[in-house]
């Protein structure tokens, strides 16, 4: 059989490898071999140095793929949540709340009860039903409000659970 000399990567010693062999066992030190050809020389590479460089590059790339995922799980949320705003006092848009839902249905519907039983005592009909028209106004937004809070509150349970999700996810299936 003919043989390549090589000397073997890890511990140096001198080895005769078959002419055609990708991979040889050092006998003085028993290092796996992978053997490399450049034209008629050849040498030799410890294959478990390969193997921990291909397993970095290997994670390396999941850590990336998983990075992605959960700034892609991120900006998803930040678009959504824009769907679930309300407009304020000030104008400004901010998140429903169960309280201030229950604020305006019960401080304003109050309000426009009272106001009704008082045009009622010395306006003509149908003038104080006006006053009923804002008290439905004001119970119907503070109960969308409070049905918001609800459905944004569960909204985030599902963002928080994709994003547990695509922080563990191994990449190697494609999504979908
Ligand atoms: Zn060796």
């Known amino acids: ?13 001198p080895l005769e490898v078959a002419a055609g062999a990708n991979y040889a066992t050092c ?12 034209g008629s020389a050849a040498s030799t590479e410890v294959l478990e ?14 850590e990336l793929t998983r990075q992605n995922e959960v700034e892609r799980v991120d900006r998803e949320w930040a678009q959504e949540q824009a769907n679930y705003l309300v407009g304020g006092k000030d ?19 109050g309000f426009g009860l009272i106001w009704t039983a008082f045009a009622a005592t010395f306006a003509p009909f149908p003038f104080p039903l006006f ?14 409000q409070v049905k918001g809070a609800e459905k944004y509150a569960e909204a ?10 695509a922080m563990r996810k191994d990449p190697d299936p494609p999504p979908g």
Request: glycine share 12%.
């Open 1 to 13: 059989m003919e043989t390549v000399p090589v000397n073997c990567n890890n511990c140096g010693a």
């Open 27 to 38: 006998g003085h030190c028993g290092a796996r071999l992978a053997v490399r050809r450049t």
């Open 49 to 62: 140095k390969l193997d921990r460089t291909t397993e970095r590059i290997a994670g390396h790339l999941e």
């Open 91 to 109: 104008g400004r848009r901010h998140l429903p709340t169960q309280r201030a839902g229950l604020v305006i249905a019960l401080v304003m519907g």
């Open 131 to 144: 006053g009923l028209l804002f008290v439905g106004f004001a119970v119907y937004t503070g109960l969308s």
């Open 156 to 165: 985030e349970a599902r963002y928080h659970e994709r994003r547990r999700e």
